[in-house]
């Protein structure tokens, strides 16, 4: 089946306001997960939305937060997101950094009691189209082993960084420090297909490419030592630091249902230009010269980390989206 | 042949101000030097002192810099480090970095026309000993390629990030984004030594083991796309952001000498505690947590980042230091 944007948003935004989100919000998350579908990044978009309903309904997910604001400093401050769906947090936490930025050049925010909040780059484009750049910390439910170590305990735990790029497609580097995202995992075992080679192993310890098995084993860091180590540093940045869940207690939304997430986020932001250069014309530059490289085999063209995603988000934007079976029954049996 | 750290120390600062260095610019040279031997980072110690003196007296570096400290606001600092040797302005710019974040909690501190430094997170080090959390960029000569490209462009780029640990050894994460560090593919070189499968490729392209080929041809990213873009991130961060050359533009140190290198770095430090949490209490528990782990066969220990060479720095502090051929050959002529 497919549906137009616009009926999609509203069905969403009615099923949030039914599991008693304020309109505006019900607004965000709607926004956050159509966004995810436009650029493809299914496993962010509407297979999320029953988990987060679920999720309300259990109280796991405060509905109606208050969310406190703790001014630290002019450039530093603290977002107690008492819970909230993981959108607004960052919504809420994205738009201080911005502020802060604009105010005093840096912006640093640290956020305790989040939740899941979909794809660190969506934020990251808020600051980047005020010409800041932005880089985006958050940790995530046991997926990856620590080197060394045979249990999962951090999280796929995404690096984003984002900076204008002087033409319209933002540069927006979004990238898990795990071989595959576990959403994609979740998203595969969802609709029985097979994950890559040498990105899991079961819960034996041996190589797999069933999804299911992978969700009940470990996901490999990227490149060893190096992955684990940037794996251990979001956790620190944005658990350890906020006051958030560190250390493997951030629970799966999915499965753990015996309290909240308590995820934590950290954001920095600050102006393209605070070293008076002119960035828009450095940075374009710099692209020019990339994409100019000779290329391998194959290879039509050089892309820089966002293109991508934003030529789907173009693509899709004006279509109609397509709605799988089980997204279907789920949709309607929320909207009941 | 061995020799006593005290002895070298004083040969080493004898070579600086031979090289018209002052004092107090040949002594942290020499710290940072004797500390990359103690740390087994032969790559970054003694092979590279003929390199700074061969480019010191081709004026490319200039031993007698007037380093420029531009403040913009009481968080932020620009420092112009004059083509000064890499060492001299990164010491100056972690400190500056340091003022910053004690004086408002957070420091960002942006360098331009600086050169080598060596090791980043020698400096994340004398952040982390004030309590600070430190992240470290800087670009380097083009070692790595893009990602779908054919042609080194991209430095091997470190990402480092120190925090206070909970106990003596700090944690400080530091590592290239390439499967290999260039230095340890030149000190190979020098040596004769093969280098890893599946770390570099030759001019044609082909996998290669001979570090004399890999060094003409192209340094493989950690991880494909990913690395690629983490390489990407940190030349924007260090050379775009701030003013130092960028897009390939870092001049190699040892093999061209057309111009000074302008490397650019970043430093952002903030206080540990900023957000109203014990971090020190938080951060032994994590460790704690992640060092408790079942491991796998063969492993005794699990490490957090840091800690391998920390405990080489403690037993190598109080020996002899071994000089091989080459350098006493080199030393030697040096001194002359």
């Given at each position: 089946m497919k549906i137009k944007?616009?009926?999609l948003?509203?069905?969403?935004?009615?099923?949030?306001?039914?599991?008693?989100?304020?309109?505006?919000?019900?607004?965000?998350?709607?926004?956050?997960?159509?966004?995810?579908?436009?650029?493809?990044?299914?496993?962010?978009?509407?297979?999320?939305?029953?988990?987060?309903?679920?999720?309300?309904?259990?109280?796991?997910?405060?509905?109606?937060?208050?969310?406190?604001?703790?001014?630290?400093?002019?450039?530093?401050?603290?977002?107690?997101?008492?819970?909230?769906?993981?959108?607004?947090?960052?919504?809420?936490?994205?738009?201080?950094?911005?502020?802060?930025?604009?105010?005093?050049?840096?912006?640093?925010?640290?956020?305790?009691?989040?939740?899941?909040?979909?794809?660190?780059?969506?934020?990251?484009?808020?600051?980047?189209?005020?010409?800041?750049?932005?880089?985006?910390?958050?940790?995530?439910?046991?997926?990856?082993?620590?080197?060394?170590?045979?249990?999962?305990?951090?999280?796929?735990?995404?690096?984003?960084?984002?900076?204008?790029?002087?033409?319209?497609?933002?540069?927006?580097?979004?990238?898990?420090?795990?071989?595959?995202?576990?959403?994609?995992?979740?998203?595969?075992?969802?609709?029985?297909?097979?994950?890559?080679?040498?990105?899991?192993?079961?819960?034996?310890?041996?190589?797999?490419?069933?999804?299911?098995?992978?969700?009940?084993?470990?996901?490999?860091?990227?490149?060893?030592?190096?992955?684990?180590?940037?794996?251990?540093?979001?956790?620190?940045?944005?658990?350890?630091?906020?006051?958030?869940?560190?250390?493997?207690?951030?629970?799966?939304?999915?499965?753990?249902?015996?309290?909240?997430?308590?995820?934590?986020?950290?954001?920095?932001?600050?102006?393209?230009?605070?070293?008076?250069?002119?960035?828009?014309?450095?940075?374009?530059?710099?692209?020019?010269?990339?994409?100019?490289?000779?290329?391998?085999?194959?290879?039509?063209?050089?892309?820089?980390?966002?293109?991508?995603?934003?030529?789907?988000?173009?693509?899709?934007?004006?279509r109609l989206i397509n709605l799988?079976?089980?997204?279907?029954?789920?949709?309607?049996?929320?909207?009941?």
């Amino acid at each position: 089946m497919k549906i137009k944007k616009q009926n999609l948003e509203k069905m969403l935004i009615k099923i949030f306001m039914k599991h008693k989100l304020d309109k505006d919000h019900a607004k965000l998350c709607s926004d956050a997960l159509i966004n995810a579908e436009f650029v493809e990044a299914y496993s962010h978009g509407l297979s999320r939305l029953k988990m987060y309903c679920d999720r309300i309904q259990k109280k796991l997910i405060n509905p109606k937060p208050k969310i406190k604001d703790i001014k630290i400093t002019n450039s530093i401050s603290l977002i107690d997101a008492d819970n909230s769906i993981g959108f607004v947090a960052a919504d809420f936490a994205i738009k201080k950094a911005i502020h802060n930025a604009k105010k005093t050049g840096i912006g640093l925010v640290g956020i305790k009691n989040s939740g899941h909040y979909g794809l660190s780059g969506y934020y990251a484009e808020q600051a980047v189209k005020k010409n800041l750049i932005a880089m985006i910390f958050t940790n995530a439910p046991p997926a990856v082993a620590p080197h060394g170590s045979l249990k999962s305990l951090f999280g796929t735990n995404p690096i984003c960084f984002g900076c204008p790029s002087g033409s319209k497609i933002p540069f927006i580097f979004d990238s898990s420090i795990s071989m595959i995202n576990r959403g994609k995992i979740r998203f595969a075992a969802r609709e029985n297909k097979k994950i890559p080679e040498n990105v899991a192993l079961d819960k034996f310890g041996k190589p797999t490419t069933n999804a299911k098995r992978a969700l009940q084993g470990v996901q490999l860091p990227i490149a060893g030592f190096r992955g684990s180590g940037l794996a251990w540093m979001v956790d620190i940045l944005s658990g350890v630091v906020t006051g958030g869940n560190h250390a493997g207690r951030v629970k799966d939304p999915f499965d753990d249902f015996s309290g909240p997430q308590n995820i934590g986020h950290l954001m920095i932001t600050f102006k393209s230009n605070i070293f008076n250069i002119d960035f828009n014309k450095r940075i374009k530059e710099n692209i020019k010269i990339i994409k100019k490289l000779p290329k391998i085999k194959k290879v039509k063209k050089i892309f820089y980390p966002g293109e991508n995603k934003f030529l789907k988000f173009r693509k899709n934007k004006d279509r109609l989206i397509n709605l799988n079976k089980k997204t279907q029954q789920e949709l309607k049996a929320l909207l009941d």
